[in-house]
């Protein structure tokens, strides 16, 4: 069984700042993905960076990056020069098999002018 | 092009009562995928289809919850009998192929049992 564990219910950053959200996870298997998504009060889950396990080096998309710690199962996001548009949940995700997903409970970020 | 859209956006139900809520995947996207999203539950898988088939509907809740899928494109979701614990936001989301891993998400139908 896969679990995701995300211990940050809620985060606050001020504007041009920087916050890290954390996840751990946990699968028996040696092949996976693992995701960020981003949910606005919109609903709609937008699919912010992923990382392949079998890649040691960190995923990166513009002011989005991770830290894959593979060998302590743990997958931070730093959102770098905060924006109020990153305000929204952010949910950490596993995949194996190319099949489900599984949720993290979700950091619901704040970004403050 | 075109996103994955489903519909309705919305729908308030009495208790008892079937619903069908629909996903039309993004052109392509063979794989495709249910999730349903709650205060209590978080977001959990339900199933998962591979064109037409279902090879995993292990998260389907009860045999109150059914879904299929036609022409490798569209999927409907029914719900017999709803009950409150049905309310929720039910997603749904497709990918390239079963390995492609990166799965886009509709916009959902927030359901409403009362």
Known sequence: AQTVTQSQPEMSVQEAETVTLSCTYDTSENNYYLFWYKQPPSRQMILVIRQEAYKQQNATENRFSVNFQ???KSF????SDSQLGDTAMYFCALCTSGSRLT?????QLTVNP | G????QSPSNKVTE???DVELRC???????ALYWYRQSLGQGLEFLIYFQGNSAPDKSGLPSDRFSAERTGGSVSTLTIQRTQQEDSAVYLCASSLRKYSYEQYF???TRLTVT
Do not use: Y
């Open chain 2, 15 to 17: 208790k008892g009562k």
């Open chain 1, 103 to 107: 949720f993290g409970e979700g950091t």
């Open chain 2, 24 to 30: 039309d995947p993004i052109s392509g996207h063979t």
């Open chain 1, 76 to 79: 931070s996001l730093k959102i």
């Open chain 1, 70 to 72: 593979k060998a302590a």
């Open chain 2, 106 to 108: 509709g916009p959902g």
């Open chain 2, 2 to 5: 075109a996103g994955v859209s």
